[in-house]
């Protein structure tokens, strides 16, 4: 009896593991193999693996689909936005951290209380101030706009790691005659540095996936993302299914590079904060 | 005088993060409601007409639709989904072979764009490359169902791109299953409760909060949820899959942006509704954290 319950439980786990692995990776595998294979193979024998690894779909795809402006586009606004979102997330988070002042548990409130307005409500806010601006159709408008993306995220990670440096270590500096900034960019900034490689891939990430504003703010080819050609496949790509299978597999390989190499941070701060990078 | 300087230092660090707060989240956030009571095009002054834009929203069959998916969506995100998430981190919590794998690939559908994953499933339910329909017609050849342009299969369809996927709410409650210290499992090993009862009357309570948390994020997800409709059924058939976001988009599109603001308004109300049911319900407030 105790065994027939111990092997039930045990084909229970692993069913329920297998059938876990096998919705997550499955669809992506299936993607990517697809986009070794001809139309031919991808019609008529839906299971058959590829016979070669042919990259010229890659190639053609880079070439003549426009996907090497896309892939600079994101890359570009990606990185960017990313980068100064840090910069302003990581002085915020400091003064938050370190010092008692006058509105400092207001503006942390108010900071991470942006964590609750879903990001689509703001559409016609937003849209109306890139047309004002006239900054319609370009990267810019995307950087701005991702700038307040990882605001409560990236605040909660660099308050936390910069909690983590003694009190000593900046009285010391100070009687040393280090000024504010110095004792900042000094001391603190190379100590936090793993908090800041979180909070920056988490919103790299963030950005880099980001649809729904660059479907609003932007229309032309040239400020195209990655992300959005995904909206003009039909259009562009018709029935070459194998250079389509290959156009989604560049749109998703980069996050699962990024992710793998730096899983334990994200799952992480994910399990800490319970919320999406 | 050193101490007048750090004051200045102080905001000075905090100006471009208040900066960014007062443009991208408090103006738009004050705009949104006080316009949702105007009729506005952008070009000209906004003219106030009471609920007007409530009333026409509510009148109308792709928002009502819109608010019924939102009730099965929301309802099967809390039970199926949530609980999904819940029997997979009891799982790993007993650490079978396997679990860091499973955990880590786990994670892989909610890092990559969720309108790369929107596609990936497109193409997945494809009647004519699809894997599924491929599948299905080894054993009935005649089988021919488009599953994202047929009604009622495709508000499955649009909820089988996300129903598996919860792996915030796994590494949630995971994390707070580790927290539950030892020795209160021993003590009730001790005492004779059977697994199964260990799990229903210690671990359960004690992940309340985690639980809590995982419905309210995934209930919000699915009233935020815009890219898996709108790159697979834009809505359809008729409104089968209607949601408020992509009302959201087209009023904004047809320049009705008191319209477009009333959805907002109704979207940001219903997210903190959920908030509040969910605590209420999960008594969260009042279970201290260990």
């Known amino acids: 009896m105790n065994l027939i319950k111990k092997i039930l439980s045990k084909v229970f786990i692993y069913t329920v593991m297998l059938f876990t692995v096998t919705v997550s990776l499955f669809p992506i595998i299936w993607v990517v193999s697809s986009s070794f294979k001809t139309n031919g193979q991808i019609l008529t024998q839906p299971f058959g693996l590829p016979t070669a690894l042919d990259f010229s779909p890659y190639v053609k795809v880079f070439t003549q689909y426009n996907f090497t402006v896309y892939t600079l586009n994101s890359l570009f606004i990606a990185v960017v936005a990313t980068l100064f979102a840090l910069m302003i997330y990581a002085l915020a988070a400091y003064v938050l951290a370190k010092f008692n002042f006058k509105g400092k548990s207001l503006f942390f409130i108010l900071f991470t209380l942006t964590l609750l307005v879903p990001g689509h409500t703001k559409a016609q806010p937003i849209f109306s101030l890139i047309l004002n601006l006239n900054l319609y159709d370009t990267r810019l408008a995307l950087i701005l706009v991702y700038l307040s993306n990882g605001m409560a995220l990236s605040i909660f990670i660099l308050k936390a790691a910069y909690q983590t440096v003694p009190k000593e270590m900046s009285e010391a500096a100070l009687i040393d005659g280090a000024s504010f900034w110095q004792i900042f960019s000094r001391i603190h900034v190379p100590l936090v540095k793993s908090g800041l490689v979180t909070a920056g891939i988490l919103m790299f990430l963030g950005n880099w996936n980001e649809y729904f504003y660059a479907m609003l703010l932007t229309s032309s080819k040239a400020t195209r993302t990655l992300p959005l050609a995904l909206g003009f496949f039909t259009e562009t790509f018709s029935y070459n299914y194998t250079e389509m299978f290959a156009a989604l597999t560049i749109v998703i390989i980069p996050s699962i590079i990024i992710y793998t190499l730096a899983q334990e941070q994200i799952q992480k701060s994910v399990a800490s904060s319970g919320v999406k990078g | ?290």
């Open chain 2, 1 to 290: 005088m050193r101490n007048r300087k750090t004051k200045l230092w102080i905001y000075l660090f905090l100006l471009p993060a208040i900066i960014i707060f007062l443009v991208f989240f408090l103006v738009p956030i004050i705009t949104i409601f006080i316009t949702s009571f105007t009729k506005w095009d952008g070009f000209n002054s906004p003219i106030f007409v009471g609920f007007k834009n409530f009333i026409n929203l509510f009148g109308k069959a792709e928002f009502l639709i819109s608010l019924k998916n939102l009730l099965y969506w929301s309802l099967i995100a809390a039970f199926l989904h949530v609980g999904y998430g819940a029997i997979v981190a009891f799982i790993l919590y007993r650490k079978p072979f396997g679990w860091r794998f499973t955990r880590s690939v786990f994670m892989i559908p909610n890092v990559i764009a969720v309108a790369a994953w929107a596609m990936i499933y497109r193409f997945f339910f494809n009647n004519d490359f699809g894997f599924l329909n491929n599948l299905i017609r080894i054993f009935n050849p005649e089988f021919n169902i488009p599953w994202f342009y047929n009604s009622p299969y495709a508000f499955w369809a649009v909820t089988l791109t996300w129903l598996f996927y919860s792996v915030f709410v796994t590494l949630v409650i995971l994390t707070d299953l580790m927290a539950i210290p030892d020795e209160i499992h021993e003590a009730a090993r001790i005492d004779g409760a059977s697994a199964l009862r260990i799990t229903f009357k210690i671990d359960l309570p004690m992940i309340k909060n985690a639980i809590g948390t995982g419905i309210i994020l995934s209930i919000t997800s699915r009233i935020a949820m815009f890219e898996a409709i709108a790159l697979t059924t834009r809505g359809g058939p008729g409104d089968d899959t209607m949601n408020i976001p992509l009302i959201l988009v087209s009023s904004i599109t047809d320049m009705k942006y008191g319209v477009a603001n009333a959805a907002s308004v109704i979207m940001i109300i219903l997210g903190i509704l959920t908030l509040i049911i969910v605590e209420l319900i999960f008594k969260m407030r009042k279970v201290e954290k260990f």
